[in-house]
């Protein structure tokens, strides 16, 4: 029998689609690359944001939106991201993520680019906390999930859809796209770091733009400023940006301050390319450059609280951050274009819905951390929707 539903991808946006078409009365297959745990949202560290400050708003976090993508964001989806926040903050609450509290309140950080602190967090695990969440969603829904199953063709049918995923040939009404972006596949092909899964090949987003599906913004590819860049067990990991919310400061070789360590992610990370050009930055033992992220301004209080990850993986290596400071360089980290998507999440192709980072334009040219887990679950929850009413009219 042909699904309502089809949902490509295990990350965030898969699993808040899958769960929310099937809340609206679909029947919903879903479809992963690898295993259901296998994905980058799972990795997310930083957090994710929502207005709920007494001085904040949704108006301003969309200011903020639109500022670090250089005016160059979609400014429909920018209002619908931050407007619908605080709503998904709480419908994520309800499927079981506990986000960190302080004095009975949300715990909230200010991040890169942002005027207010708006950043919640659970620990320095947020994005494991909400995958892990909404996949207990999915397992307890009449979901159909398929794992070792990668999108390999997608045809348009007199109905919907017909996919090819791994062994398996579904049909369905409508398809939802949420395998994610393709920076795995971009830094093998340069030679360079990523903090991205393996399995971001980015070959789904191939499949729509060959049926004719229009994209935007393909070539705006983002470094995460602080990659990891010594020990080597850490090269590639991704220091959570709220070290620098809870006081640490970007250094070059004399200890001179060269940046603003709150600004957005693409002014920062060229500032450290910018400084180990002229000769300020450091090396690391096998030859890497670096400048040094001090870590030692954060207490203990507030590291023991928010980066109790990120203080085991180094001190694992040898490497005590409260204690010394850490050798950082910009890492490639995320997809910021993709497919077109309308308020619904869907394509320029009737029928094709895209969710998460494979869809463009909520970010612009240049992503704000902590808004890929909220869009993951602002436009997932939509386009989840969106799909099932389709399917069903």
């Not at 605080?86 to 499927?95: F, G, K, N, Y």
């Amino acid at each position: 029998m042909p699904y309502d539903v089809l949902v490509i991808g295990s990350g965030a946006s898969g699993l808040a689609a899958a769960v929310s078409a099937e809340r609206a009365g679909a029947s919903v297959a879903l479809a992963a690359k690898g295993s259901l745990q296998s994905c980058n949202s799972a990795k997310a560290q930083g957090g994710i944001q929502a207005a709920f400050g007494e001085d904040d708003s949704p108006e301003i976090h969309a200011q903020d939106v639109w500022a670090s993508s250089h005016e160059t964001a979609d400014r429909r989806l920018v209002e619908i991201l931050t407007s619908e926040a605080p709503s998904a903050i709480h419908w994520l609450e309800d499927v079981g993520v506990e986000f960190t509290r302080d004095n009975g309140g949300y715990r909230l950080a200010r991040c890169g680019g942002a005027t207010r602190k708006r950043l919640l967090q659970v620990g320095d695990r947020t994005g494991h906390a909400i995958t892990k969440a909404l996949r207990a969603a999915v397992a307890s829904s009449a979901t159909t999930t398929h794992t070792n199953a990668p999108l390999s063709e997608l045809v348009p049918t007199e109905h919907g859809w017909r996919a090819r995923v791994g062994d398996h040939e579904l049909e369905a009404a409508t398809v939802v796209l949420a395998a994610g972006g393709r920076c795995y596949r971009e830094a093998e092909e340069r030679g360079e770091l990523t903090t991205n899964h393996p399995g971001a090949t980015g070959e789904v987003t191939q499949i729509a733009l060959d049926l004719g599906a229009e994209a935007r913004d393909l070539d705006a590819l983002q470094y995460h400023p602080n990659g990891g860049a010594w020990p080597e067990t850490m090269q590639g990991y991704s220091i959570p940006e709220t070290t620098r919310a809870y006081g640490a400061v970007l250094l070059n070789a004399d200890g001179e301050e060269f940046t603003d360590s709150l600004g957005p992610r693409d002014a920062v990370s060229q500032a450290i390319v910018d400084e180990v050009a002229k000769g300020k930055g450091v090396e690391t033992p096998d030859g890497r450059p670096a400048v040094y992220l001090d870590t030692t301004r954060i207490s203990e209080g507030d590291a023991n609280i928010s980066l109790p990850y990120m203080l085991r993986r180094y001190r694992g290596g040898g490497i005590d951050p409260l204690r010394e400071p850490l050798l950082t360089y910009p890492v490639l980290h995320y997809q910021n274009g993709g497919l077109v998507i309308d308020e619904h999440g869907e394509t320029t192709l009737e029928g094709l819905f895209a969710c998460g980072e494979i869809a463009g334009g909520t970010h612009g040219r240049n992503r704000m951390m902590g808004n890929s887990l909220l869009e993951c679950t602002v436009f997932g929850r939509r386009a989840g929707k969106a799909a099932a009413e389709k399917a069903k009219a």
